[in-house]
T-cell receptor, first 116, second 114 residues
Framework: AQSVTQLGSHVSVSEGALVLLRCNYS??????LFWYVQYPNQGLQLLLK??????LVKGINGFEAEFKKSETSFHLTKPSAHMSDAAEYFC??????????????FGSGTRLSIRP | NAGVTQTPKFQVLKTGQSMTLQCAQD?????MYWYRQDPGMGLRLIYY???????DKGEVPNGYNVSRLNKREFSLRLESAAPSQTSVYFC?????????????FGNGTRLTVT
């Protein structure tokens, strides 16, 4: 079974600083990876998804993620944090592999706080 | 533009009581899912339905049952609620046309079992 590990349950950065949220996957086959964001008292929204062959994936709200096969990582970054970025972020992988029966497994989440 | 609708939003149960959480989507998606969210544990998959007429266990199915009533609706039933089932429950759907199809989530049901 595939899984993802998010390093750091809580990350705090200053407004305007670089945001880096870490995600490592465990897979021997090309993984189907996602980043989701959850604002307080809401469901999750898709930030971005990995497309086979891509190295850098761009998402909404200025976020992007870099796929590094050699490091089995899919870290999420944003060059300059805004107060509105404060939320919980989840990395996820499709454990269904090539099956159409998608089975999305989530990491434990990273709460991002922004300091004024 | 409803997307995924969950009812109820909040529920308090006593240990041993039963209840059904309802979920409906209006996006004509094939696949539907139930997750629970607990602090520090992310979202854990309870059950999913790849298409109408099929259901499969996820990571934490014990104590739950599901019904895929039709293409739109996917319900989650707790037959005998336990305090360990206190959680926030999310329903989601996706178009299973591709393995990287994203999930669309409802706003959740906050369940407390006393």
């Amino acid at each position: 079974a595939q899984s993802v590990t998010q390093l750091g349950s809580h990350v705090s950065v200053s407004e305007g600083a670089l945001v880096l949220l870490r995600c490592n996957y465990s897979s021997s086959v090309p993984p189907y990876l996602f980043w989701y964001v959850q604002y307080p008292n809401q469901g999750l929204q898709l930030l971005l998804k990995y497309t086979t062959g891509a190295t850098l994936v761009k998402g909404i709200n200025g976020f992007e993620a870099e796929f590094k096969k050699s490091e089995t990582s899919f870290h999420l970054t944003k060059p300059s944090a805004h107060m509105s970025d404060a939320a919980e972020y989840f990395c996820a992988v499709n454990d269904g592999g090539y099956s159409s029966a998608s089975k999305i497994i989530f990491g434990s989440g990273t709460r991002l706080s922004i300091r004024p | 533009n409803a997307g995924v609708t969950q009812t109820p939003k909040f529920q308090v149960l006593k240990t041993g009581q039963s209840m059904t959480l309802q979920c409906a989507q209006d996006m004509n998606h094939n696949s539907m899912y139930w997750y629970r969210q607990d602090p520090g544990m992310g979202l854990r998959l309870i059950y999913y339905s790849a298409s109408e007429g099929t259901t499969d266990k996820g990571e934490v199915p014990n104590g739950y049952n599901v019904s895929r009533l039709n293409k739109r609706e996917f319900s989650l039933r707790l037959e005998s609620a336990a305090p360990s089932q206190t959680s926030v429950y999310f329903c989601a759907s996706s178009d299973a046309g591709g393995v990287n199809s994203p999930l669309h989530f409802g706003n959740g049901t906050r369940l407390t079992v006393t």
